[in-house]
């Protein structure tokens, strides 16, 4: 009974230290962004505080990976959802690559730039010194818990109409969402289909230095080349040759 009475102590003092990090001027701002009132600030608090912040503030006990755990399943639920309703006559494999280019690395940290989520982002003075607004893993991170403290805070509906402004509308408005970036993979549909046989790639130079490299590559096809592409790893000149290759048959039919 005793060791119950101190823990809630405990907590009841870490949530009072976590609501004195953000004045009432920056939980507004919170608010503005969210579009909804804030009832548990110590939520949203938590959700803005790196792991790379208790280094030297080990009173607060706890980042923000608890309620990004749970705002990567809000999140993957809401933005599958709209899918599904969205476009009622694709298939599993069509709402899987959708979701895969609303929910990415990238694509949460762009929206938490547009929301200046930087700015409220909690962090070591270590990481401080190299962080910068593309950094995006925190800001992804940070996205995916503000999302699972807005969704403990409030009712679905307005987790859904967050998620829809700063992410979901953005996205699908761009003219290139719904397009296969996959070009290794239409590259060999097409080649099979016009029974040329498989396509080989070759790296055939490497440039800059160790942790700066850039590879190029050529895709080949029964010998012959039919494009080069240039990426930070083999895969992404890959990607990039098959690209040229595609434009080249594309323009040729």
Not at 83 to 88: D, G, N, T, V
Not at 157 to 186: A, G, H, M, T, W
């Amino acid at each position: 009974m005793l060791s119950r009475l101190v823990k809630r102590f405990r907590k009841k003092k870490k949530i009072k230290m976590l609501t004195n990090l953000f004045s009432e001027q920056k939980i507004m701002e919170l608010e503005s962004i969210i579009g909804s009132k804030i009832t548990d600030k110590s939520l949203y608090i938590q959700a803005l505080v790196h792991r790379s912040y208790l280094e030297g503030n080990n009173e607060f006990g706890i980042s923000n990976e608890r309620l990004e755990f749970l705002g990567d399943s809000v999140l993957n639920l809401v933005v599958a959802e709209f899918l599904y309703s969205s476009f009622p006559e694709q298939d599993e494999g069509f709402l899987t690559k959708a979701r895969a280019k609303v929910v990415n690395r990238t694509a949460l940290a762009n929206a938490a730039n547009v929301i200046r989520l930087n700015e409220f982002i909690l962090i070591g003075k270590n990481l401080s010194q190299s962080f910068k607004s593309g950094a995006k893993t925190v800001l992804s991170d940070a996205f995916e818990a503000l999302i699972g403290a807005i969704y403990l805070d409030s009712d679905i509906n307005i987790i859904k109409n967050f998620i829809d402004r700063v992410l979901i509308q953005p996205i699908i408005k761009e003219e290139d969402f719904l397009v296969d970036e996959n070009f290794k993979s239409q590259l060999l549909e097409y080649v099979q289909a016009n029974k040329m046989g498989s396509p080989s790639y070759l790296v055939v130079d490497e440039e800059g230095p160790q942790h700066s490299r850039v590879f190029v590559v050529k895709v080949l096809i029964n010998g012959k080349e039919y494009g080069v592409g240039q990426g930070r790893n083999k895969k992404a000149a890959e990607q990039n040759a098959a690209k040229v290759a595609m434009k080249k048959f594309m323009q040729n039919e």
